[in-house]
T-cell receptor, first 111, second 114 residues
Framework: GQNIDQPTEMTATEGAIVQINCTYQTSGFNGLFWYQQHAGEAPTFLSYNVLDGLEEKGRFSSFLSRSKGYSYLLLKELQMKDSASYLC????????????FGTGTRLQVFP | SAVISQKPSRDICQRGTSLTIQCQVDSQVTMMFWYRQQPGQSLTLIATANQGSEATYESGFVIDKFPISRPNLTFSTLTVSNMSPEDSSIYLC???????????FGPGTRLTVT
């Protein structure tokens, strides 16, 4: 079966660093994506990993270990506007380019 | 990235009726995807729509309940048929058009069934 797990909720303080974990078990793997979704809005693309290692994009970094079925999204210098849900998604190799989304992590940033 | 619009943005419908949601993209794309996001939940893929062929539905979703049209490379519709309150959800369309074929989402249609 397809299974992608994330913590349901996390809290952090403005200016801090937070790591959101994602573990996956899928029949195929052709990349892992992170999306940000503010309440009432559509998801927006943050990052993509297909090879092991760290990808850095400004304040956001994403890490992948394919052997462990594990990824994390690292948010540095947190800002209030980073309060949102963060969705991990795996692209299934053996089908169309469809994405399988994880349960999502709701992050609240406090002053 | 592609610019995607959806109509309607929201609607309140009576039980037993049907609603057709439109998705328009500003460029030609091969695949379009339809998702459902129930309140407080993550996204669940309903079906993948390729131009010129039947949509491919995910487990738990059937064509009679969610018929999809894909008449050309920039447009698709999803119909939610014979609605019940359990169909109250946000419906989103997306396309994979980024450098890494990442998906970009439309603004969503918020459906409430009474």
């Amino acid at each position: 079966g397809q299974n992608i797990d994330q913590p349901t909720e996390m809290t952090a303080t403005e200016g801090a660093i937070v790591q959101i974990n994602c573990t996956y078990q899928t029949s195929g793997f052709n990349g892992l994506f992170w999306y940000q979704q503010h309440a009432g809005e559509a998801p927006t693309f943050l990052s993509y990993n297909v090879l092991d290692g760290l990808e850095e994009k400004g304040r956001f970094s994403s890490f992948l270990s394919r052997s462990k079925g594990y990824s994390y999204l690292l948010l540095k210098e947190l800002q209030m506007k980073d309060s949102a849900s963060y969705l991990c998604a795996v692209r299934d190799t053996w089908d169309t380019d469809k994405l399988i989304f994880g349960t999502g992590t709701r992050l609240q940033v406090f002053p | 990235s592609a610019v995607i619009s959806q109509k309607p943005s929201r609607d309140i419908c009576q039980r037993g009726t049907s609603l057709t949601i439109q998705c328009q993209v500003d460029s030609q794309v091969t695949m379009m995807f339809w998702y459902r996001q129930q309140p407080g939940q993550s996204l669940t893929l309903i079906a993948t729509a390729n131009q010129g062929s039947e949509a491919t539905y995910e487990s738990g979703f059937v064509i009679d309940k969610f018929p999809i049209s894909r008449p050309n490379l920039t447009f698709s519709t999803l119909t939610v048929s014979n609605m019940s309150p359990e169909d109250s959800s946000i419906y989103l369309c997306s396309v994979d058009q980024g450098v890494d074929y990442e998906q970009y989402f439309g603004p969503g249609t918020r459906l409430t069934v009474t």
